[in-house]
T-cell receptor, first 114, second 112 residues
Framework: GAGVSQSPSNKVTEKGKDVELRCDPI?????LYWYRQRLGQGLEFLIY????????KSGLPSDRFSAERTGESVSTLTIQRTQQEDSAVYLC????????????FGSGTRLTVV | KNQVEQSPQSLIILEGKNCTLQ??????????LRWYKQDTGRGPVSLTI?????NTKSNGRYTATLDADTKQSSLHITASQLSDSASYIC???????????FGKGTTLSVSS
């Protein structure tokens, strides 16, 4: 597609439930990032995929968080047993993979855990 | 530790006035620095991108400067408009293949 697409745009879930967030990157982009942005806070790195290399998971806050990406296509971020502190906007970005290329962000998924 | 610090945290200006936002970073090695504009409820949108050899880059009313020696950047907004109200985020990229490092942003409010 023309841009990075994320779904759903909004998700309200009960505490303790699992949620799955989806990111469709720009076609041909080898790099894909997930970030989290809590209300009034800066962007927090979660995980980075680059082609078929092992992902950089160093930003995942706990083992309740996991992400998958098949090849250079769609990625899903899964949060298990959600907690209220997981409430945030989850942003996905993709790029062609070289450091001097632009990154394109999706509009994010606003997750609210009640 | 690689960090990006922005100031001020928030800023209120009158429509038509100019303003300058600051970004200091400690990222090393350094590849490039970006300024993003993030409207409420939207993803960040790139304004400028500069490598270490570039000192200034403009995008309409937005002008970014970079001093790679002092590791400082600024974003100057000229003749502000109400639509400039947003968060402005400074993002630094280290070596190729590593995650971007984000500042916490400056929230700009332009009032009439």
């Amino acid at each position: 597609g023309a841009g990075v697409s994320q779904s759903p745009s909004n998700k309200v879930t009960e505490k303790g439930k699992d949620v799955e967030l989806r990111c469709d990157p720009i076609s041909g982009h080898t790099a894909l990032y997930w970030y989290r942005q809590r209300l009034g806070q800066g962007l927090e790195f979660l995980i980075y995929f680059q082609g078929n290399s092992a992902p950089d998971k160093s930003g995942l806050p706990s083992d309740r968080f996991s992400a998958e990406r098949t090849g250079e296509s769609v990625s899903t971020l899964t949060i298990q047993r959600t907690q209220q502190e997981d409430s945030a906007v989850y942003l996905c970005a993709s790029s062609s993979g070289t450091a001097d290329r632009g990154y394109t962000f999706g509009s994010g998924t606003r997750l609210t855990v009640v | 530790k690689n960090q990006v610090e922005q100031s001020p945290q928030s800023l209120i200006i009158l429509e038509g006035k100019n303003c300058t936002l600051q970004c200091n970073y400690t990222v090393s090695p350094f590849s490039n620095l970006r300024w993003y504009k993030q409207d409420t409820g939207r993803g960040p949108v790139s304004l400028t991108i500069m490598t270490f050899s570039e000192n200034t880059k403009s995008n309409g009313r937005y002008t970014a400067t970079l001093d790679a020696d002092t590791k400082q950047s600024s974003l100057h907004i000229t003749a502000s408009q109400l639509s400039d109200s947003a968060s402005y985020i400074c993002v630094v990229s280290g070596q190729a293949g590593t995650a971007l490092i984000f500042g916490k942003g400056t929230t700009l409010s332009v009032s009439s």
